[in-house]
């Protein structure tokens, strides 16, 4: 099976300024280079769908990729640890050169006759994926007393007082604001 990722790009290259539109679905990572992420990261898992919509617009000594890329992923609540799953829908503009300029990271090598869109779409994903993914925005966590999950049940649980501020508790103000 042809890898969906490298688009040939020789006729695009050739008579810049041209474009292509590339649309297809491919495995995230059917080459597992990625080992998995820990249990309480957000992560992709390697047989996961990813589809790729790109417009590729050549110039003189390059393309420029423009598009969208979705794929799904899957997580831990950072609140009250259920398992929470979306897709994520990255939006990229980014560029493939030929000769890379000094300075200029922020670009991905184009080959002779093709281009290599994976190493784009790996860090579209990556980077947008969720660093503390919530199971709802109003997610009311775990007691971190006797660990009842708030958003299902109430507990009567009362947090102990810390000795420390003991002192402030007697404090008292008779005067009333504004007096």
Known sequence: MANPYLVPVAHLVRRAPAHLDVAFEAPFDAAHEFAPRGPAESDVEAEAGVRVSLRLESFSGGLRARGRIEAPWHGICRRCSVPVSGVLSVGVDERFLAERVAGDEETYPLGEDEVDLA????DAILLELPLAPLCRDDCQGLCPLCGIDRNEASC?????LDPRWAMLDALRFDESPGE
Do not use: E, F, N, S
């Open 156 to 160: 009567d649980c009362v947090a102990p």
């Open 119 to 122: 190493p784009l779409v790996h």
